[in-house]
Structures are given as structure tokens and as C-alpha cells.
T-cell receptor, first 114, second 110 residues
Framework: DSGVTQTPKHLITATGQRVTLRCSPR?????VYWYQQSLDQGLQFLIQ???????AKGNILERFSAQQFPDLHSELNLSSLELGDSALYFC?????????????FGEGSRLTVL | GDSVTQMEGPVTLSEEAFLTINCTYT??????LFWYVQYPGEGLQLLLK?????DKGSNKGFEATYRKETTSFHLEKGSVQVSDSAVYFC?????????FGPGTRLSVLP
């Protein structure tokens, strides 16, 4: 158990809909990262927050947005969903915001868009 | 920008065979290097890491040495087990950036 909690574990929805994925980092970790893992197993970095502030942004679509709340949990919002958004979405956390240490991953949220 | 390249899979080995998964990186400075493993149905977990040149990371019989001169961090294990079947990701971190390779799927047959 990494200590990172993601909900929901599975989600099935239709094209055009909007979903919210939630992540609770390990106790004490200030940084939260979101990754998308497609069926061909590649990991795509989406966005990073550190102590409530956006720290780095990857290839995140404009239809996607995220935030980190004062209690350090984070939410990833995916809107106007398309079939190609079907993927496993991982949240990870770390103690520092400087990316020199280990990332702790949650078990992921599997999104299926029909 | 920073990047990580690793050998494409899948890699299929018999139990007790020797494993090497190649990983090379491109970075502007002096990154930390990692190997993560993803078992079926699970998230990624850190397997080993090295933070400076010539460091050797090791865990669960796996080893990797940070080679600055060849910008490499190859993963090795002398004798794989069926339980090692998983996807292995090489990664680096530098400044505000964490970069993963595409992953290599390993299947170990009894």
C-alpha cells in the first residue's frame, strides 16, 4: 500500500460527459502528479501541483483541468469526453516539489468512455 | 528536453534466465535515475534508484548502475522468477521534471 488513494477505481461513461477523479496523497506529501496511461502502456505526464499551486504542466488537454485543495487532495476533471480518453489515470505524490525523490503511485482510476 | 529511451518489449524469458533491460537518457544536467515496476492491476512502485554518477541501485535482486559517460541506467537481474513478470519503467527526474520511458513488459515462463 503506497498510501496514495484514488477514487473511483473504475468509471464507465459516455462520450460528451464530464467526470471527476479524486486523489488523496500520502500523509505529509505536498506534491501531487497526474499521469495518463494508455492501452499501449505509455505514461503521459499531465500536471503537477505543489502545496496548492500548479507547478508543472505536461500534455494536458484543454478539456482537462485539475486543482489541489488546502487539505492537499487533488481532483482531475475531464470534460467533453471522447473515446480516446479511455485510459488508466494515475495520481502520484512526493514529499518535495523538486522531483528529486521518489514518487508514490496510487492504484489508478480506469476510465472507459463508450 | 529531457527524455528516456528503453528497449521495446515484450521480453519473454524462462525462469532463472539472466535479465537486462536497456535504458538511456538525455538530460541537460545531473538527473536522478529510477526504475519503477508495475505488476498487473497495480500502480507503479519504485524498484531502485541512483542519484549520482557511478551509484548502483539495488533491490530484490535487481541492479542498475548510473553511467554518466554512456548516459545509461540498464536494469539487470541474474535469475528471474515468474513473479518478476511485470512492466518496467525507467525514469529520470531533474529540476521540476519527472520523465518516464515507454515501459518494457517482461514475461517469465516457468
Amino acid at each position: 500500500d503506497s498510501g496514495v488513494t484514488q477514487t473511483p477505481k473504475h468509471l464507465i461513461t459516455a462520450t460528451g460527459q464530464r467526470v471527476t477523479l479524486r486523489c488523496s496523497p500520502r500523509s505529509g506529501d505536498l506534491s501531487v502528479y497526474w499521469y495518463q496511461q494508455s492501452l499501449d502502456q505509455g505514461l503521459q505526464f499531465l500536471i503537477q501541483y505543489y502545496n496548492g499551486e500548479e507547478r508543472a504542466k505536461g500534455n494536458i488537454l484543454e478539456r482537462f483541468s485539475a486543482q489541489q485543495f488546502p487539505d492537499l487532495h487533488s481532483e482531475l476533471n475531464l470534460s467533453s469526453l471522447e473515446l480516446g480518453d479511455s485510459a488508466l489515470y494515475f495520481c502520484a505524490s512526493s514529499v518535495e516539489g523538486l522531483n528529486t525523490g521518489e514518487l508514490f503511485f496510487g492504484e489508478g482510476s480506469r476510465l472507459t468512455v463508450l | 528536453g529531457d527524455s528516456v529511451t528503453q528497449m521495446e518489449g515484450p521480453v519473454t524469458l524462462s525462469e532463472e534466465a539472466f535479465l537486462t533491460i536497456n535504458c538511456t537518457y538525455t538530460a541537460t544536467g545531473y538527473p536522478s535515475l529510477f526504475w519503477y515496476v508495475q505488476y498487473p492491476g497495480e500502480g507503479l512502485q519504485l524498484l531502485l534508484k541512483a542519484t549520482k554518477a557511478d551509484d548502483k541501485g539495488s533491490n530484490k535482486g535487481f541492479e542498475a548502475t548510473y553511467r554518466k559517460e554512456t548516459t545509461s541506467f540498464h536494469l539487470e537481474k541474474g535469475s528471474v522468477q515468474v513473479s518478476d513478470s511485470a512492466v518496467y519503467f525507467c525514469a529520470l527526474s531533474e529540476y521540476q521534471n519527472f520523465v518516464f520511458g515507454p515501459g518494457t513488459r517482461l514475461s517469465v515462463l516457468p
